[in-house]
């Protein structure tokens, strides 16, 4: 057998293998079927109530390297153990400005007017499954916001 024969017969040897291997792993792939919109179960109380007194609060981003609460009131900064003082935020809607996306109110801090929810809680847009799950705390929703400028 020469060279060239033996090359052919290898490389048909090579492609029909291929071709077998295909099939029995079922090449090409099945599609899987899936369902679609799914909806993830949320955890956050919607029948949660707020408290009847209204407050304007001075606050402070602590950043603690989870999602925890992260907000403490400014009197309650230097305290020893403040993540125990810290709770969440979120807007009453989405129309008013929210200083968790604004860099420079968690340098300066936030003046924020609102109420406390009654029980503590998931905040809003807490899922089931998310990667990292925020654990149960204390919630003040706010109607007005502004930067805290010392």
Do not use: H
């Not at 609460?69 to 230097?78: A, T």
């Not at 007017?113 to 089931?128: D, H, N, R």
Request: with cysteine; glycine share 6%; aromatic share 10%.
């Amino acid at each position: 057998m020469s060279l060239k024969s033996i090359t052919l017969l290898l490389l048909l040897t090579a492609i029909f293998s291929c071709r077998q291997n295909k099939k029995e792993s079922g090449y090409p792939p099945k599609k899987e079927t899936t369902k679609k919109n799914i909806i993830p179960k949320k955890l956050w109380d919607s029948t949660n109530t707020l408290e009847k007194k209204v407050q304007t609060l001075r606050l402070r981003f602590i950043s603690v390297g989870c999602a925890c609460p992260e907000w403490v009131r400014l009197s309650d900064l230097n305290k020893e153990n403040n993540l125990n003082y810290s709770f969440y935020i979120e807007p009453a809607d989405t129309t008013i400005w929210n200083p968790e996306d604004d860099s420079i109110g968690w340098k300066t801090g936030i003046i924020v007017t609102g109420q406390f929810y009654v029980k503590p809680s998931y905040p809003k847009g807490t899922y089931e499954g998310m990667e990292e799950t925020p654990p149960v705390g204390t919630i003040f929703r706010y109607t007005k916001a502004k930067r805290d400028i010392p």
